[in-house]
């Protein structure tokens, strides 16, 4: 039974999985820490020689967090580079197609069932056959969206994850502030993402005229969580209400009527929090477009695997 090889590969992590050409069913899931290998091709050879029992793939499909501009392709939060070219012909397909991942994340939108998502907030719906957004804070921040025709849906990959961040109250104006003291321009990752946390309590402990240590974005949250740490606290609930407004202010770029849905490895581990914070309200305080944004719905992808699934529609579709 021949399988292909498709692979999501973010800032700190590569998942790889087999697709069944008969079923159009993954397989052989495995993740990887991305410093565990000096380049991308070391990772999936690693993955390949383990597969004892499959024949070698003879076609792969790669979503990755980068531009693809041309055939040389920069990781925007690691140090790989490669050439899809030479990356082909070095691990010997004969096809290997590379998508961006927020490309494959709005593939998986389609998909997606009622299990595999978490709806935040009591107001919204998701209108069939309506554009969808998708945005997800991990690593870095990424953007897309599933955009309707008469045959289905097309993705649509962005690099809205770079574009400007605009404070919506003093707190978060002290923080694009000191951020943009530190940097010389302040974008929407700076604050949602891992390192947007850490950003964020770095602002709020300058600001409190504390000598807290840095923390990392696992120990903030977990903080947070556990309401041991004021600042932390605050962070977390800073970091909610920016992605509130961003998310919203997604909505309304896209009209996506068909719902926004959140992405990532970070919201997953808060889910009741971000539904008791003030996501909701930012996500829909949107001045006399209140009503038309508190119709969209919103909700957190929780299928683990929505980047290999997004991938396996390139030969599924």
């Known amino acids: 039974m021949e399988h292909y090889l498709v692979a999501d590969i973010g800032g700190t992590n590569a998942r790889l999985g087999l697709l069944s050409v008969a079923t159009g069913e993954l397989c052989c899931i495995e993740q990887f820490s991305n410093k565990d290998f000096p380049t991308l091709a070391d990772v999936i050879r690693f993955y390949l020689a ?78 069939i056959g309506q554009t969808r957004a998708v945005l997800g804070p991990g690593t870095g921040l990424g953007v897309g969206a599933a955009v309707p025709t008469k045959n289905g849906f097309i993705p649509l990959p962005s690099e809205g994850g770079h574009a400007s961040f605009h404070p919506h109250d003093e707190i978060e104006a002290y923080v694009a502030d000191f951020l943009l003291r530190e940097k010389g321009f302040v974008c929407i990752e700076d604050v949602l993402s891992g390192q947007g946390l850490e950003n964020i309590y770095r602002a709020l402990s300058a600001r409190a005229l504390t000598l807290e240590l840095g923390l990392t974005a696992e120990s903030i949250t977990r903080q947070a969580l556990a309401n041991s740490n004021g600042l932390a606290l605050q962070t977390l609930h800073t970091f909610c209400a920016i992605l509130g407004s961003f998310a919203g202010d997604i909505a309304l770029t896209l009209g996506a009527r068909g719902g926004v849905y959140l992405a990532g490895g970070i919201l997953p581990r808060f889910l009741p929090f971000l539904e008791q914070s003030a996501f909701r309200t930012r996500f829909e305080a949107k001045g006399s477009y209140r009503s038309y944004a508190a119709e969209i719905g919103s909700y957190v992808i929780i299928n683990k695997q929505p980047g290999l699934m997004g991938a396996a529609t390139y030969f599924r579709d």
Not at 73 to 92: A, C, E, K, M, P
Request: proline share 6%.
């Open 50 to 127: 383990a597969q004892i029992n499959y024949a070698s793939p003879r076609k792969a499909c790669f979503a990755v967090a980068a531009p693809i501009l041309d055939d040389t392709i920069s990781f925007t939060n690691n140090s790989w580079s490669f050439s899809i070219f030479d990356l082909r012909q070095v691990l010997g397909f004969e096809e290997l197609h590379v998508m961006n991942d927020f490309e494959a994340m709005a593939r998986s939108l389609p998909h997606l069932k009622g299990e595999d998502v978490y709806p935040i907030g009591p107001n919204g719906t998701s209108i």
